[in-house]
């Protein structure tokens, strides 16, 4: 099976702003997968050309191994669900059903209909009138019925209050075990996804800060304390992420392929949140770049 | 698909790896006698539409009760429980469950409350098991 996501230095530049800049991932299929950063990173952006919206402006990319909308075939095999869940306020919850049997091939009437009744949607409602989370259920259950092989999210629960969060993400995850479905999610929160995220890249003013399989990343990653010392004088193979020095102590977050040995210090794993935020903080430093980091390596 | 006979739940603040706690939890029902043997597992489906996790990670904690000789997959049907923990294994952990209670009763003498029995209990034993891995290698 083909990568459900390649990119090659793809870039995307409004006038003067680069909007994504030099990213290069590869992301091996059957992953549900976390794309994090903060406000106006780029994950938008990066979303939107990968389901076709948006051209980009430098680079290559390909979806499910293709150019992204190359054609109708291609485009039914990615739903895309945009920000705020966006429903048609005018028309009912059947409308919505009936325009998306209309509108594509592959529609599963049955499980659609499964779903609304499951999801207790008065059928003659106006999606005008549903709470967020129900208006984020039906956007759900029209892309989901579309029987894509890529599902793409963008900040799909950001506007959610905690209970319609738990419900979106139980019925998403039901549907990707039901139809072994992809997934890319956003979201600047990593909370929010790493129950269900096994894949994670972390986007940051423009560039990918970090990707791979989230397992992989925690284990590679630690964090080492120990009395005041220069980076160099930590085990070799380490690359340090960030260094913090008081008078008498030193702490560096590392990666590296091997288990820390033992020492005159104490190293422990990150959890997901440290993780992300130690990149992100990393990024936002005006002395650092960002692109010093390998990333969205292939296994 | 028969009646659901265990539910799993997560502590994202435990630290341990959510699979791992889902096979805690398995043989946790075992040893309580809430499953025995040929009682099939919540299908994957049935426990991400519950909890809200990744797919893979249910996968990943059933294969590794096979690894345990303590399921069994059935290609499209389920998991299953091959071998039961019940009554027997606790009534055979009695002698261990007595040590356990002598310690407790230290600790409460040397002052250190429930939570403190806790974290002490709770530390130790990942870092054992830590170790135990490490030896494993």
């Known amino acids: 099976m083909s990568a459900i996501l390649h990119a090659q230095a793809l870039g995307k530049r409004y006038g003067r702003r680069q909007a994504l800049a030099e990213c290069t991932l590869q992301i091996p299929p059957g992953h549900v997968v976390g794309l994090v950063g903060p406000n106006g990173a780029g994950k938008t952006t990066l979303l939107k050309i990968a389901c076709g919206m948006l051209a980009p402006t430098a680079g290559e990319i390909e979806v499910l191994g293709e150019q992204p909308a190359a054609d109708p075939a291609q485009l039914a095999r990615v739903g895309y669900v945009a920000q705020d869940t966006p429903t048609y306020p005018g028309l009912s919850v059947a409308d919505h059903l009936k325009l998306g049997a209309k509108m594509n091939p592959r529609w599963d009437a049955k499980l659609a209909q499964a779903r609304i009744e499951q999801l207790d949607l008065y059928p003659k409602q106006k999606a005008g009138k549903l709470s967020g989370g129900q208006r984020a259920q039906l956007a759900l259950t029209v892309a989901v019925a579309k029987r894509p092989e890529l599902l793409i999210l963008d900040e799909p629960v950001a506007s959610l209050d905690p209970l319609a969060r738990r419900s979106f993400l139980r019925h998403l995850m039901e549907s990707v075990a039901e139809n072994n479905t992809s997934v890319i999610l956003s979201s600047h929160l990593v909370s929010d996804l790493e129950r269900v995220c096994d894949y994670l890249i972390v986007l940051v003013s423009s560039r990918v800060q970090l990707a791979g399989e989230t397992e992989d990343l925690l284990a590679q990653h630690h964090r080492i304390v120990c009395t005041r010392r220069k980076e160099t004088d930590l085990p070799s193979g380490l690359e340090v992420i960030r260094a913090e020095q008081t008078d008498r102590q030193s702490t560096f977050i590392v990666r590296g392929e091997s288990e820390i040995p033992a020492g005159d210090w104490s190293a422990e794993h990150l959890d997901l949140e440290d993780l992300v935020l130690t990149y992100m903080e990393r990024a936002a430093d005006p002395g650092h770049r960002g692109t010093t980091h390998p990333t969205g390596d292939a296994r | ?137």
Request: proline share 4%; net charge neutral.
């Open chain 2, 1 to 137: 698909m028969g009646v659901r006979l265990i539910e799993f739940h997560l502590d994202a603040r435990s630290g341990i790896a959510p699979y791992l706690q889902i096979v805690g939890q398995v043989r946790q029902a075992l040893l309580l006698g809430l499953l025995s043997e040929g009682d099939q597992l919540p299908t994957v489906k049935q426990v991400v539409a519950k909890v809200a996790i990744n797919p893979n990670t249910v996968s990943k904690a059933y294969r590794e009760l096979e690894h345990q000789g303590l399921a069994t997959a059935k290609p499209g049907v389920g998991t299953f429980v091959t071998r039961s923990l019940g009554q027997a294994s606790l009534a055979e952990h009695a002698p261990l469950q007595g040590e356990l209670r002598a310690w407790l009763a230290k600790a409460r003498a040397a002052g250190l409350t429930e939570p403190g029995i806790e974290a002490l209990f709770s530390t130790t034993f990942r870092e054992s098991a830590e170790a135990e891995k490490e030896a494993e290698k």
